[in-house]
């Protein structure tokens, strides 16, 4: 019943169409969610996954998982990151990965909403450390689309992988165009 409301809303409604799908033999990957450059680009989210009936995750400190969020986080796809000691954030989420049977997390690799001309690299190093596939994902606001592209397996070199997923982004447009991630800068 949700799904249909989901779709009644997004897809009539709002006039937003989905293109393509999270292959479900891919149980595990990293969603890089390109461009982000507003707070709307979190229920774009929310309806595509409910559409698509697939779990996708998000990693946040621990303490926000307490009460009264704590099932409300969960709910929402939500995985708390407990970092010991000296643990990084790269090998804390890789920890996450090997203890989860399926673990899509979504990030956004600009790190914020603001311009950016270059993507942080935490993403890359997660997929890398826990063996998973980057799964584009693009919100076009300018044509209204969520596109899902096919899964690219991370090979280690850096500045070459970045170019192929880059790529993927070109004459996409965020909710504030002018804030929206340019491959080309």
């Not at 203890?99 to 890359?124: D, S």
């Not at 693009?138 to 500045?159: C, H, M, S, Y």
Request: some cysteine.
């Amino acid at each position: 019943m949700k799904q249909i409301l989901y779709k009644f809303i997004f897809l009539r409604l709002m006039g937003w169409k989905i293109i393509g799908t999270i292959p479900p033999e891919v149980k595990k990957c990293v969603l890089i969610v390109v461009p982000h450059t507003s707070w709307h680009d979190f229920y774009i989210g929310l309806f595509t996954r409910g559409i698509l009936q697939m779990d996708i995750n998000f990693v946040a400190k621990k303490e926000l998982f307490r009460f009264p969020f704590g099932a409300y986080f969960r709910w929402m796809g939500g995985e708390p990151l407990d970092r010991q000691k000296n643990e990084n954030k790269v090998d804390a989420i890789a920890k996450v990965f090997q203890n989860n049977e399926i673990f899509r997390l979504a990030i956004a690799p600009e790190g914020t909403r603001k311009k950016v001309t270059e993507w942080k690299t935490g993403f890359y190093y997660i997929a890398l450390k826990a063996n998973v596939p980057i799964l584009p994902v693009a919100f076009d606001w300018g044509k209204k689309e969520v596109r899902i592209l096919e899964p690219f397996q991370p090979t280690g070199d850096k500045e070459a992988d970045f170019k192929i997923l880059q790529h993927n982004y070109k004459g996409v447009l965020g909710k504030v165009p002018e804030n929206s991630f340019d491959p080309e800068v």
